[in-house]
């Protein structure tokens, strides 16, 4: 990290920025990313993809790269607040925390389908007969690592009705490395229960056509944007704009399109603010019933 800072910057009491802003665009990039932003897939293979992809995406831009991982979300909204971090990737509950550290007119998502939202799905076995949620009281659960949304959805849905949180409220929770699994794990009868996507088991429902014959939906959610990338609000708006127009046309490049579908996303989404509203109101929903 450069240690040489100038005072650039005109925000009264803002932490100076990088001597490497001086330029039409900075020699390298700091990224940090939270370890378990994505649950589509293994966290382990996640991290190399991603470090991998956006290596090449700086690439393309002349730019060298860092990505740093963090566990810690306080600590990364720490050094985004010092600037040591110049974009980030994390859940969206996560961004609605650092808005006031980060440019909200350039935030963007990378879509598990055509669909840049994704609904949590909670499933049940068919033959179980479940068709209240108070009827899986001391069952067990399978809960990909990593899916925020899903966990506060759930809790939000169990508090509504009067019932404790998931922790409390399932006998065990089984938290899995990926969707798929939680799909299969229902499936073979090792949980009574899962959290999953709508694309996750509609990409299971394909594979296997005996999923939907002996699963269910038991609660659907609304539109989420699960994940956010975005920038730190202090990056000069000319070097933002120049990331914006590489990034938006990133998976045109062979390679970085490749690096995508590992993920099984389709591409990066520059999102307007009122495609997170729905993720927004979740997000209210669950502080106002956590007090």
Do not use: W
Not at 71 to 89: G, H, P, R, T
Not at 165 to 187: G, H, K
């Amino acid at each position: 990290m450069c240690c040489c800072l100038l005072l650039l910057t005109t925000h009264a009491g803002a932490a100076p920025l990088p001597e490497r802003y001086q330029g039409d665009l900075p020699d390298i990039g700091y990224f940090g990313r939270m370890e378990k932003v994505l649950y589509s897939a293994d966290a382990k293979d996640t991290t190399i993809v991603t470090n991998v992809l956006i290596k090449e995406i700086f690439g393309q831009m002349g730019m060298k790269s860092e990505v740093k991982l963090y566990l810690d979300v306080e600590k990364l909204k720490q050094d985004l607040s010092n600037n040591y971090i110049d974009a980030v990737f994390i859940n969206v509950f996560d961004y609605f925390t650092m808005e006031h550290l980060l440019n909200t007119d350039y935030i963007y998502t990378i879509p598990f389908s055509p669909n840049i939202h994704e609904k949590t799905l909670l499933i049940t076995p068919k033959k179980d007969h479940i068709s209240k949620v108070d009827e899986l009281r001391g069952k067990s659960i399978s809960i990909p690592s990593g899916h925020f949304h899903g966990n506060y959805f759930l809790d939000v849905e169990l508090l509504k009705r009067g019932l404790p949180q998931s922790t409390n409220f399932f006998a065990r929770i089984e938290e899995v490395n990926d969707i798929n699994t939680a799909v299969i794990d229902l499936f073979f009868g090792k949980t009574d229960c899962a959290l999953v996507t709508d694309v996750s088991y509609e990409l299971a429902a394909e594979l296997n056509k005996q999923i939907p014959k002996n699963l269910e939906i038991l609660l659907s959610s609304n539109d989420i944007v699960p994940q956010i990338i975005a920038m730190n609000k202090n990056i000069p708006i000319s070097i933002t704009q120049k990331v914006n127009s590489h990034l938006i046309k990133a998976n045109e490049n062979p390679r970085i399109k490749n690096l995508l579908s590992l993920f099984q996303a389709q591409k990066f989404v520059k999102l307007n603010k009122s495609q997170i509203l729905e993720s927004r109101r979740l997000f209210s929903e669950y502080q106002a019933i956590m007090k």
